[in-house]
């Protein structure tokens, strides 16, 4: 079901592009304009996620299409900052394969088990910390090095908790 918040997260979808051209056009202030886009983006996905809840808007379709939203930007973002020598590989890596092994279990819960997978606070506190680690690598802040280890070691233990509760789900 089309509703606002669900046309909130489809900007959403529709700003990684616009990240990506933004970013690889404007020059030398490609960074800043991009971090921007991705300050827009994540405005957008805390409003679009109260405005779904505070008005019980919440649909399969948002479900499926917020996160992809998150992994799309982030990903982007990410490997952008890479390849301009702001963002550590090793973060990279790691991210892309957090959400690949978390999207692989989150459709087997759904396909097999017919169950809704949620964010929960490990998740929230990873993403936060890859925003945290985004931004003081993008604009070069001292001490990035340490937020990028802090949002790793966030993300390996979101990852543990997700497997953790992934095996809970399944049938032996």
């Known amino acids: 079901m089309i ?11 529709m700003l990684v592009p616009v990240f990506l051209v933004v970013f690889w056009t404007f020059g ?8 921007v886009i991705l300050s827009v983006a994540g405005i957008t996905d805390i409003i679009d996620g109260y405005l779904a809840r505070k008005l019980h808007m919440v649909t ?16 982007s973002v990410m490997t952008s900052l ?21 999207m692989t279990g989150s ?13 929960n606070f490990y998740g929230k506190a990873a993403t936060i910390a890859i925003y945290a680690a985004l931004f003081s690598c993008a604009f ?6 340490k937020i990028t280890v802090l949002a790793g070691i966030i993300s390996v233990v979101a990852l543990c908790n997700y497997a953790l509760i992934f ?4 049938s032996y």
Do not use: C
């Open 3 to 13: 509703n606002v918040p669900n046309i909130i997260t489809i900007i959403r979808i």
């Open 28 to 35: 030398p202030h490609r960074v800043f304009y991009g971090m």
């Open 60 to 75: 399969p379709l948002g479900k499926f299409l917020d996160p992809l939203a998150d992994k799309l930007m982030v990903i």
């Open 82 to 102: 890479f390849i301009i020598g702001r963002f550590p590989l090793w973060l990279v890596v790691l991210v892309i394969i957090k959400e690949l092994v978390q």
């Open 107 to 119: 459709v087997f819960i759904v396909i097999s088990k017919h169950l809704q997978v949620s964010a």
């Open 140 to 145: 070069q802040i001292t001490g990035s090095s």
């Open 167 to 170: 095996f809970r789900q399944r």
